[in-house]
């Protein structure tokens, strides 16, 4: 099982957020996310300047086994999207925590980032899901 980032909150549904030094929340989906779709071969993204609301499904990556909707961990407006994945969407698969980031967001309300999962909750969330 791959080392997850301290510094990330989770949903239940694997995507992760980071709260940058500027104050911009990156999003992205974990590693045991990229590893349950296998190899990515499509990512779609949200439009810089969308209004997106936490919980609803703001990008898709698509596998060559399943298509899956990325869920928004917070609520707020893309600042940036992470355009190289266009070309090479298997970024998610070799560093789904780095260069495999999805978008980067202003949120409305940081206090909805303590509705999200620490690392050791969602670490003990996948240690559940294996039994």
């Known amino acids: 099982m791959s080392e997850i980032p301290g510094d990330l909150k989770f949903l239940k549904s694997h995507e992760w957020a980071r709260v940058e030094d500027d104050g911009k929340v990156t999003i992205g989906i974990s590693d045991h996310a990229q590893d349950l779709l296998g ?3 499509y990512v779609e993204l949200p439009d810089v300047g969308d209004q997106i609301n936490a919980g609803t499904a703001c990008a898709v990556v698509e596998s060559v086994k399943a298509a899956s909707d990325v869920y928004a961990p ?5 600042l ?3 355009t190289a994945l266009s070309d090479k969407p ?3 698969n ?3 925590y ?3 980031w999805l978008f ?3 949120i409305d309300d940081a206090e909805q980032l303590n509705d999200l999962l620490g690392p050791d ?3 003990e969330l996948l240690e559940d899901d294996d039994h």
């Open 104 to 106: 980067t967001m202003e």
């Open 94 to 96: 070799e560093d789904a």
């Open 80 to 82: 940036e999207v992470n």
């Open 90 to 92: 298997e970024t998610i």
């Open 74 to 78: 917070l609520s707020g407006k893309v």
């Open 39 to 41: 190899d990515l071969v």
């Open 121 to 123: 909750d969602y670490a």
């Open 98 to 100: 780095g260069d495999g």
